[in-house]
């Protein structure tokens, strides 16, 4: 699910893709009507599971196949880069059988609600390698979505590069403490009006080219990215873009574009526009423009962000070369996953894998999230799981053990949110050793002047507050650092970041030492 809250006058609402073919046409028709329960036998339709061997390798997702086969299931994709394959099964004991074979050390269904059946054949996916697609192009125009957005900013007012050191004019020193983020903010209605000077916006970083920046790529898995966007249609890179809605790589020409029928879908623009929208006189500047963007549509049919596609997108975020992740988001259908729970621990060893071979030559960034949490403590689930279709969600009182996905898995940069003033944002999640730092992430009930205003499908502009937004700012940052030193791996471009960081503190001298809060600092731009 992304994290985000939106400035816009109508509430964002969760809308249904009108699906084409007769399985799904069914499969909506039966999770709408809340007819299908929890399978519970050979006849209630197909779970989704992750199922690892204990080799990390090709040979173990060989091994893995072979297994899954022989309990009565299908593969559907296969992960022979960390030993995993994505399998759907319609018998009840199916993850119980896998679990006591030899070579199977996790087995876990990744979704609560079972569909009709496995997806179908799709030609062009599997090959996470495959340099790029068809050449048909789609459409980019997305329909349907109710954000409203804001007009051109004319590439000024943002006060969120200003505070990274982008700007000629500093943001304002507020000297406000920080506070430990009490109540979670709610959704804000306004329209643009600006009474403060416009920042002027020189080019990050004087040595940092736009020929540098285009031999460096980073990766947006979120819900698809409008690469028709004035902004953005010469940063995406389709031949280093893909869908992975349904935990297949599908590189046709397109696919990892937004789909409008989806609540939430125009998220990845905004996050992409954030890390690099073009210099050119309108909309918006990202952090690092000129850089090429993989962008890799993560958020599927239903409105789910289900395991497979994380592991899909962060697969071929790596085998494509970026230099940096970018996920805005939380895995569903568990906001946070516990190892002791058979289905969650084998998810939080499944993204974990996928994570540890992305982190080989990238950086991954994850937001912090936007339930003013301890994430350091226990704390009470009230959203999962996020994909039942009718009842309250369970409330889940939940240990320190249970993560968030992929965010607070091992060497993750987790973001936390400031606002205008530096302080940390009151919907931002916290926590001893669980934020890596902050970065803007705005105000929403302060209007579009105090959030962020980024790109929108369709050409436009929307102003949106959120730590996805801060996560976003931080991959730019990366992709600058990279540029600036491109010989430098990632635990080089790491210490630059959090050094550089530590020295940026707009809120006033050593209140951003709270590391449960900031972390290393105010992510700043990096020279």
Sequence with gaps: MAEVRLVSRRPLRRRWLLLRSAPAMLAAALLLGG?????????????????????PDGQGSAAAQTEVRAAGGQVVQDYPQIGAVLAYANEAGFAARLRGRPGIVAVGATRTVPVPGPPGVLAGSGDFRRPGGDAAAASGTVEGDNTTTVP????????????????????????????????????????????????????????????????????????????????????????????????RPDARFGAWRPDGGVAESGHGTHVAGLIGAARDGHGVVGV??????AAVRLLGPLGQYYPENIVCGLLWAADHGAVAVNDSYFADPWKYNCPEDPDQGAMIQAVGRAVAYAQRHALVVASAGNDAQDLGAVRV?????????????????LGTECVR????????????????????????????????????????????DEAIVSDWPGGRYAALAGT?????????????????????????????????????????PGVCRDRATYGAGIVALPH
Aim: charged share 15%; aromatic share 4%; hydrophobic share 40%.
């Design 405 to 448: 996905l992929p965010g607070e898995l091992p060497g993750v940069l987790s973001v936390s949110a400031v606002t205008r003033s530096g302080a940390v944002a009151a919907y931002s999640n916290y926590g001893e050793g669980r934020i890596a730092l902050a970065a803007p992430g705005g105000d929403p009930d302060g209007g579009p």
């Design 288 to 293: 690092a423009p000129g850089v090429r963007i």
């Design 152 to 247: 051109d900013p004319g590439e000024s007012g943002a006060w969120n590069l200003a505070m990274m050191g982008g700007g000629q004019n500093s943001p304002p020193q507020a000297g406000l403490l920080a506070g430990t983020a009490p109540s979670t903010a709610a959704p804000i209605h306004a329209a643009p009006s600006s009474g403060r000077p416009a920042l002027g916006m020189p080019a990050p970083g004087a040595v940092t080219t736009s020929r540098a920046l285009r031999q460096v790529l980073v990766a947006v898995l979120d819900s698809g990215v409008d690469d028709t966007h004035p902004d953005l249609r010469d940063a995406v890179s389709p031949a280093d873009s893909a869908s992975c809605a349904d935990g």
């Design 35 to 55: 007819a299908v329960p929890y399978l519970s036998g050979t006849d209630q339709g197909y779970l989704s599971y992750l199922v690892l061997a204990d080799r």
């Design 468 to 508: 996805s937004m801060s996560a976003a700012e931080v991959t730019g940052a990366i992709a600058v650092a990279a540029a600036l030193h491109p010989g430098w791996g990632p635990e080089r471009l790491h210490e630059l970041l959090l050094s550089q960081a530590q020295a940026n503190c707009p809120v006033g």
């Design 381 to 397: 689930d009230q959203r999962s799981p996020n994909d039942r279709v009718s009842g309250p969600a369970r409330d889940r009182r």
